[in-house]
């Protein structure tokens, strides 16, 4: 699909099932790819793989998380994977500590602009109210525009910012 077709109206969104490991393993190796083309310092997918799959395969099942699968015509377009956290921070009110965590979010190139991940987004907000989680949080890389800007326009804030800069020795 390229980005000057309409998105078909046949659009899913469903829970991951294991049947769908390798693709998902397989989108997961695209979405670190495109994070390394903005942030080089980021580790390739072959480094990681077996181990960040298994680390949030846990989190997910320990905390009642969800990984959605968004599909277009039948064909898997992206996913987005979520699970309850929460922060030992002495300065926030205690019902303020427990949040949904959304760990990656990914559309595949030729069905990105077309709402997608906004979708994903919704479904993942209704499946974490749904169980009396108050706030959602995405970590992004500050560089990644699209989807900075589809936050931004669904009603997220920055909450904490981190500036970095490569210093000499």
Not at 32 to 50: F, K, M, N
Request: charged share 25%; hydrophobic share 40%.
């Amino acid at each position: 699909m390229s980005r000057s077709e309409a998105l078909p109206s046949d659009v899913n969104i469903r829970r991951y099932t294991p049947a769908d490991a390798d693709v998902l393993r397989t989108m997961i190796a695209e979405l670190r790819a495109h994070e390394i083309s903005i942030d080089p310092a980021c580790r390739p997918w072959e480094q990681v793989a077996d181990g960040y799959f298994d680390f949030i395969s846990s989190k997910v099942a320990a905390s009642s998380g969800c990984c959605w699968i968004v599909e277009v015509a039948d064909e898997i377009a992206g996913f987005s994977v979520g699970y309850e956290d929460s922060i030992d921070e002495v300065f926030l009110k205690d019902e303020e500590k427990t949040f949904a965590y959304v760990s990656d979010t990914y559309v595949k190139p030729g069905f990105r602009r077309h709402g997608l991940a906004r979708q994903l987004n919704e479904s993942m907000e209704r499946y974490f109210a749904a169980r009396g989680v108050r706030k959602m949080r995405h970590v992004v890389l500050g560089a990644n525009i699209a989807i900075n800007n589809m936050l931004q326009q669904a009603g997220y804030a920055p909450y904490e910012i981190i500036y970095e800069k490569r210093i000499s020795a």
